[in-house]
């Protein structure tokens, strides 16, 4: 998910996201402990939580004769290329979508994965209806919610927020198979039928030490990060995978104040490096930080980032300091020309890289839980715009498995990407 300029509107949201609703990103300053999308929870840390959950708004269940559910009608048309669409077996698939479009903080990340769903559903709809199922704030709402769509459905898509996932796994009362669109947290293993495809901060970070040390082996990193949660999490995550696979690093944290890095310690660390050079440089920070950095210490060492690097592609918006950094992000951002991208129509909002993240979550849970309905227990592969999805249901007995692998780009000045031997 990217660290860009937050709106308004979600300000107001992050205190509320941050307090437990979702757990994981935006430009400079960030909001804490982010990650990937929107400000306070869609990239979720891999670590249990052990802080007690907050208090939950007060909940009254609906009148059982009010089902919250809106249903789309089935229609069978051709494919974008022309070809008929593949009928599913059964006589189809009946795919619930469980958002909480009613909540007052999550309502607008919340309506960007239902955009991006139905983007994919209008695409490729043959022999399925999608149910949307609003909820609200409380993750006993979404307990609710998801009983009632479980027995109206053969696949439950949600919930999104982090504490409504994190409830369903436990609650013991899974009963479809459904997509988590957010990571719960927890220690314990995931429900049989529940498969977790939510973005992960930690997951993006693992991939960019593999891919520096496929192409800086034996060589010794320098970790750049702030004070912010997501900034320690993306450094920590590097790091760890950076020691298990051989390979030294130095941790430099900067001192980070109204969004940018204090000129004093970049002095220091450029004085640092003069005498015990690293061969490479980690950048757990935001595109303005970064562009400080490698103003500071120079742009010939080879640098890589994740999604919260990237400045956009933008023409108009140059940044020369940023020529040669290498990249993680998803192929929605980075390659929209890509033939499994460009075939959906792009984002219509205005808010930037945090909504285009998350409306291209909402295209490949629509195309992941399409293909469940075709093989509920079985493994397969989707090229999605997220990234090369790899879903393994693991048979009648196993525990289902997932992975994504993300594209890797070399920034060029002007808004050009080019295409890295790593990833997609």
């Given at each position: 998910m990217l660290k860009k300029k937050n709106l308004k509107g979600l300000a107001a949201a992050t205190a509320m996201l941050a307090a437990g609703m979702l757990a994981a990103c935006g430009s400079s300053p960030l909001p804490p402990d982010t990650g990937c999308g929107v400000p306070g929870g869609l990239c979720a840390p891999t670590a249990p939580v052990t802080s007690a959950p907050p208090v939950e708004p007060a909940y009254t269940p609906p009148p059982p004769a009010d089902t919250g559910v809106r249903t789309s009608p089935v229609e069978l048309p051709p494919r974008a290329d022309?070809?008929?669409?593949?009928?599913?077996?059964?006589?189809?698939?009946?795919?619930?979508?469980?958002?909480?479009?009613?909540?007052?903080?999550?309502?607008?990340?919340?309506d960007a994965v239902r955009q991006g769903f139905m983007a994919a559903y209008e695409r490729d709809?043959?022999?399925?209806?999608?149910?949307?199922?609003?909820?609200?704030?409380?993750?006993?709402?979404?307990?609710?919610?998801?009983?009632?769509?479980?027995?109206?459905?053969?696949?439950?898509?949600g919930p999104l927020a982090r504490s409504a996932v994190a409830a369903l796994a436990g609650s013991g009362n899974i009963s479809k198979p459904t997509i988590a669109l957010n990571h719960p947290q927890t220690s314990g293993a995931l429900p049989r039928q529940m498969l977790v495809i939510g973005l992960s901060l930690e997951d993006e970070a693992r991939q960019v030490a593999d891919w520096a040390a496929a192409e800086q082996p034996g060589g010794r990193a320098l970790v750049v990060?702030?004070?912010?949660?997501?900034?320690?999490?993306?450094?920590?995550?590097?790091?760890?995978?950076?020691?298990?696979?051989?390979?030294?690093?130095?941790?430099?944290?900067?001192?980070?104040?109204d969004g940018y890095v204090d000129g004093n310690a970049l002095a220091g660390l450029r004085a640092r490096l003069q005498a015990?050079?690293?061969?490479?440089?980690?950048?757990?920070?935001?595109?303005?930080?970064?562009?400080?950095?490698?103003?500071?210490?120079?742009?010939?060492?080879?640098?890589?980032?994740?999604?919260?690097?990237?400045?956009?592609?933008?023409?108009?918006?140059?940044?020369?300091?940023?020529?040669?950094?290498?990249?993680?992000?998803?192929?929605w951002t980075v390659q929209p020309d890509h033939p499994a991208v460009s075939v959906y129509p792009r984002w219509s909002g205005n808010e930037g890289f945090d909504m285009q993240r998350l409306y291209a979550l909402g295209i490949d849970a629509y195309r992941i839980a399409r293909e469940l309905a075709q093989r509920p227990t079985g493994a397969f592969e989707v090229d999605g715009v997220t990234g090369r999805l790899k879903i393994d249901m693991g048979g009648d007995s196993g525990s289902p498995a997932f992975r994504r692998i993300e594209t890797g780009v070399v920034y060029r000045d002007g808004g050009v990407f080019e295409q890295a031997a790593f990833g997609r």
């Open positions: 022309g070809s008929p669409a593949a009928p599913l077996p059964g006589g189809g698939a009946r795919i619930a979508l469980l958002l909480p479009l009613e909540s007052g903080a999550l309502a607008q990340p919340a709809r043959a022999g399925v209806s999608v149910n949307v199922v609003p909820t609200g704030d409380s993750a006993q709402a979404t307990l609710d919610a998801y009983a009632r769509a479980a027995e109206e459905n053969d696949i439950v898509v990060a702030g004070p912010a949660a997501w900034q320690q999490r993306l450094s920590g995550a590097f790091a760890a995978r950076w020691s298990q696979l051989g390979n030294t690093h130095i941790l430099a944290e900067l001192p980070i104040a015990d050079p690293p061969q490479l440089v980690y950048a757990a920070l935001d595109a303005v930080q970064l562009r400080q950095v490698r103003s500071a210490l120079g742009t010939s060492l080879p640098t890589y980032g994740t999604a919260s690097v990237n400045p956009g592609r933008d023409p108009g918006a140059s940044a020369p300091e940023l020529a040669g950094v290498r990249i993680l992000d998803l192929p």
